[in-house]
């Protein structure tokens, strides 16, 4: 029962990581490509 809980708050946080990422990938990349259409 605790095993199970534990892997699933793991899975969880491993979810969360992935998606903070993601989220700051894609603001990067947006970034970039602001002051790439600005530069050019």
Known sequence: MNDMHLRGIRKVTAYAYINAIVLL?????????RSMTKSA
């Not at 990938?25 to 947006?30: E, R």
């Open 25 to 33: 990938a894609s603001a990067v990349a947006a970034n970039v490509a």
